[in-house]
């Protein structure tokens, strides 16, 4: 067990220090490095995917590749554009074998699977109106998300929700940064027309 | 620079990519066009009502789910770490669940004759052996013990008696 000193030197230890130590087998270090990072590879999932049911699953097999993978860890990247890079490929990988039971399922002329719908965890609020009208927002939201093409998608969310650099993303989706610029100016065009109804509210345009 | 070519830098404008001289471009054109400038305002509105999107949090006990994958922690429970210090975890689950199977059904057999020896109908004569090996005879097709045994016995009894 890790005494109090061991444990503030875990926690102010770099992400990228700290998958070193993991790749040596030390597991306290990897402790902290998925306490550190669980909830944004879990939002990341849930946002790219649109199913909460699937997302803790993806997001635990994460980092069960992250551990096995930490010996090939090379200190050029952020451990972040590495993590996520193991994450967007599981996705994708999830995505399409979803493809491929839906098609058998076409074949089979089985009732085919409608499109999961993004489940919404909302903060607790007073008024159960407000609830109801975030929830409301927060769904089309989801829904116009899953709308766009897959690297339109991912783009756009390590952009939105992480704060990642053009150049970071690139490393993650393994393109270039210009590509990276033109993902993001089609997302966020798409974006801008499904969500509409709710720039004309906020706006008055 | 066009207005075209200005809203394709809109995007990378707003996330802070462009170099110093490209954001000097787009902000002397956004000075001077208002639909540029609206296309501006529309898309961080839209950047912005993004960030109604709820975030969702991993359900207690997110970690120890994940070594438990990788096997960093132990089994719960007593028979869960006997299991991995006497090194029986290589064995198949279903090898272990035939193996402990044959065992009581074996045990169940010799404690089954051991009650049926003190029975009326039974047959010392037929069922000579005795102890741990009498208990094999639970794979015989009238195993002793069984309701067909004891069909037998009761059939054989009532014609030594007749007789």
């Known amino acids: 067990m890790p005494d109090t000193a061991n444990r503030d030197w875990g926690n102010q230890t770099p992400s990228e220090e700290l998958v070193a130590r993991v790749a040596e087998g030390d597991d306290y270090a990897f402790q902290i490095l998925v306490n550190r990072h669980q909830t944004s ?41 590495w993590l996520y890079r193991i994450c967007v490929n599981l996705c994708l990988n999830e995505i399409k074998s979803a493809r491929r039971k839906k098609w058998l399922q076409f074949f089979q002329n089985a009732p085919g699977s409608r499109h999961p719908e993004a489940e919404t965890q909302l903060d607790e609020s007073p008024n159960p109106e407000d609830l109801l009208l975030a929830r409301e927002r927060s769904q089309q939201i989801a829904n ?18 992480d704060g990642l ?10 393109c270039s940064a210009s590509a990276v610029e033109s993902l993001l100016v089609r997302a966020k065009r798409t974006l801008q027309k499904k969500l509409e109804i709710f720039l004309k509210k906020s706006a008055g345009f | 620079m066009k207005c075209q070519t200005i809203e394709k830098k809109l ?34 509105q839209t950047w ?16 120890k789910r ?7 922690t132990p089994e719960k429970g007593l028979l869960g770490s006997c299991w991995r210090n006497w090194g029986w975890g290589a064995l198949p689950s279903p090898v272990f ?12 057999a010799y404690i089954g004759n051991s009650f ?9 004569a037929a069922y000579p052996e005795e102890g741990f090996l009498s208990s094999l005879k639970v794979f015989d097709p009238v195993p002793p013990g069984s309701l067909a045994d004891n069909y037998e016995r009761l059939l054989s009894y009532n014609e030594g008696h007749i007789r």
């Open chain 1, 41 to 81: 590879v879990l939002n990341l999932i849930y946002r790219f995917m649109g199913d909460r049911s699937k997302s803790e699953d993806l997001a635990q097999e994460t980092f069960l590749q992250a551990w096995r993978a930490a010996k090939s860890f090379q200190h050029k990247s952020k451990f972040t554009t």
């Open chain 1, 144 to 161: 116009a998300l899953q709308t766009l093409p897959e690297n339109q998608r991912i783009a756009l969310i390590l952009k939105r929700y």
């Open chain 1, 165 to 174: 650099s053009y150049e970071e993303i690139s490393r993650v989706l393994g």
């Open chain 2, 11 to 44: 995007s990378a404008y707003q996330d802070g990519e462009l170099s110093v001289l490209e954001k000097e471009q787009v902000e002397r054109h956004l000075a001077g066009c208002h639909s540029c400038l609206e296309q501006h305002v529309r898309l961080k």
């Open chain 2, 48 to 63: 912005h009502i993004l960030g109604d999107l709820t975030e969702i949090r991993p359900t207690p006990g997110f970690y």
């Open chain 2, 66 to 72: 994940v070594s438990h994958k990788i096997g960093l």
């Open chain 2, 97 to 108: 669940a035939s193996v402990i199977l044959a065992i009581g059904m074996l045990c169940g």
């Open chain 2, 116 to 124: 049926i020896k003190t029975q009326p109908f039974h047959n010392v």
